[in-house]
């Protein structure tokens, strides 16, 4: 096999892979209501002050139109309040309710014990390695 096909078959079965084992981490008794998207918008919200849908929009890279759906199921799912801005009432803020405080560290310690795993069987010229050839790859993937 090339260099071509080994590359495609690997970077094909790793996002696969990444995805079925963060929607499986993610799927735990406390949090079987949530999908990998929901915890993604849960992620950009973040544990700082609420945020304007735009923001939270163009950090997800989705229409405001698509983050509402989102953010609707969430807000029923009690994972997420919105509230109108005091300054300018056109504007909604988002930020996350007690319940998705927890799903967001859930989500963020999936992420710590992935980084970890990979991490500890590398050396440390192999991480430097990974480091650089998978940021250019995100740039590829940002660009295309």
Request: no cysteine; glycine share 2%.
């Amino acid at each position: 096999m090339d260099i071509n096909s080994t590359l495609n078959d690997v970077l094909v079965k790793l996002f696969r892979n990444v995805n079925v084992i963060e929607e499986r981490a993610i799927r735990t008794e406390e949090y079987k209501d949530v999908t990998t998207n929901d915890m993604h918008v849960i992620e950009a919200i973040g544990m700082e002050e609420a945020k304007n849908m735009t923001s939270v929009a163009r950090a997800l890279e989705v229409t405001t139109g698509t983050l509402t759906i989102s953010v609707n199921s969430l807000v029923k799912k009690g994972y997420v309040d919105r509230v109108r801005s005091e300054e300018d009432r056109r504007v909604v803020l988002v930020s996350l309710s007690e319940k998705g405080r927890r799903a967001y560290l859930h989500h963020q310690s999936f992420h710590e014990q992935m980084i970890h795993s990979v991490v500890e069987a590398l050396t440390e010229e192999e991480q430097l390695v990974l480091e650089k050839a998978l940021s250019k790859l995100n740039r590829f993937f940002r660009v295309s």
